[in-house]
């Protein structure tokens, strides 16, 4: 079944307010609980929340898109995708796709999806239901 776009407003604000501290979190936070596992699991809830602003899809294929896109993410990091496009000294690409692999990247990453789907619940529990 194809994604027919769409636009919610309410998930393309909330994806704008996660952006929003997702670039507090690259920029000035250096620690080393928040922005190696917080920024990770934000990371996908981001994409969750744009991926149901801008489709159709519903919340669990949502998350498990979001997931995938974390999980493809790391393997990239695992095979240096940014030496093979030459981007290792580009700061943008090092911090929207990271710069090296950790096993614990992809439980924050199941993390995040995790949270995205029981947010949903939360908000609205009918929502399971879509």
Not at 14 to 43: H, K, M, Q, T
Not at 58 to 63: D, F, L, N, S, T
Not at 107 to 124: H, P
């Amino acid at each position: 079944m194809p994604v027919r776009p769409s636009w919610h407003p309410g998930y393309a604000l909330a994806a704008s307010l996660v952006f929003l501290v997702e670039v507090v979190i690259a920029l000035w936070v250096r620690d080393d609980v928040i922005r190696p596992y917080v920024g990770d699991v934000l990371a996908v809830i981001l994409v969750y929340l744009a991926l149901r602003a801008i489709s159709t899809l519903r919340i669990v294929p949502a998350a498990f898109a979001a997931l995938t896109v974390g999980i493809l993410v790391e393997i990239g990091q695992a095979a240096d995708l940014l030496g093979i496009l030459g981007l290792s000294h580009n700061r943008l690409a090092a911090v929207l796709l990271g710069t090296s692999f950790g096993i614990g990247d992809l439980f924050c990453y199941a993390a995040g999806a995790t949270i995205a789907v029981l947010a949903e619940c939360w908000r609205k529990p009918a929502a399971t239901a879509r």
